[in-house]
């Protein structure tokens, strides 16, 4: 069995789209639509290897979700997802324990790799 990859993002089409992109990968997905219910996936048995993290999201935003995942696990590894690419965004993610940050819009390829550096770690 693959890595498994908890895909957070309060918009159905966007989950709904990286789990097409990343179909016919080794891959086990599974998906929250808020902050909340991402850290509720990442309580569960097993739990997920790498959160794929929207950074804006209503009620709880990818950072303070960061932040949370990683006081319940420093093994779970959080990569940001946004279409956000500004510095000062990149630290707050960076100083509340992301692992990696992918930039919207991107390349399937350039994901796959991000995804699968942190599968292998």
């Known amino acids: 069995m693959g890595k498994r990859i908890l895909i957070?993002?309060?918009?159905?089409?966007?989950r709904i789209l990286l789990s097409v992109l990343?179909?016919?990968?080794?891959?086990?997905?599974?998906?929250?639509?808020?902050?909340e219910e991402a850290l509720i996936r990442c309580t569960s048995d097993p739990p997920p290897d790498i959160v794929l993290l929207d950074l804006f999201m209503p009620k709880m935003d990818g950072i303070q979700c960061c932040r949370e995942i990683k006081a319940l696990?420093?093994?779970?590894?959080?990569?940001?997802?946004?279409?956000?690419?500004?510095?000062?965004y990149l630290k707050k993610a960076e100083e509340a324990g992301c692992d990696g940050y992918v930039i919207k819009p991107f390349r399937k390829a350039a994901l796959l790799e991000t995804l699968q550096k942190y599968a292998a770690s």
């Open 8 to 14: 957070v993002d309060d918009m159905e089409s966007v």
């Open 22 to 35: 990343l179909q016919d990968t080794d891959f086990e997905f599974l998906e929250a639509a808020s902050g």
């Open 73 to 88: 696990s420093r093994q779970i590894k959080v990569v940001m997802l946004t279409t956000v690419g500004e510095e000062a």
